[in-house]
Nanobody
Framework: QVQLVESGGGLVQAGGSLRLSCAASGRTFSSFGMGWLRQAPGKEREFVAAISRLGISTYYADFVKGRFTISRDNAKNTVYLQMNSLKPEDTAVYYC???????????????WGQGTQVTVSS
């Protein structure tokens, strides 16, 4: 069992920045790859970014366009999502998730946090 708790969401103006954090507990953090996904009102949940177990490889959705950066600190059992140049269409609930094994686009994640709200105003 893995417990994931997101924080760092809030209200920001378009063009601003936020850093989301996800604290993990319950199992060895470095055993899992980690990812961020988001869901906007009336839309399906979509993949944002992922990072491999040791942080060597990262994966991003096309819409990131160089604006977001995923990172992890295994000593702190924490994964981060740095979001810059935010747009109103980035408004969503952002979820932290964990996966085991090899990453591939479209894969399912094994554990989920409860999400943190990000709202970007125009």
């Amino acid at each position: 069992q893995v417990q994931l708790v997101e924080s760092g969401g809030g209200l920001v103006q378009a063009g601003g920045s936020l850093r989301l954090s996800c604290a993990a507990s319950g199992r060895t953090f470095s055993s899992f790859g980690m990812g961020w996904l988001r869901q906007a009102p009336g839309k399906e949940r979509e993949f944002v970014a992922a990072i491999s177990r040791l942080g060597i490889s990262t994966y991003y959705a096309d819409f990131v366009k160089g604006r977001f950066t995923i990172s992890r600190d295994n000593a702190k059992n924490t994964v981060y999502l740095q979001m810059n140049s935010l747009k109103p269409e980035d408004t969503a609930v952002y979820y932290c998730a964990a996966y085991s094994g090899t990453f591939y686009y479209g894969r399912q994640f094994d554990y989920w946090g409860q999400g943190t709200q990000v709202t970007v105003s125009s």
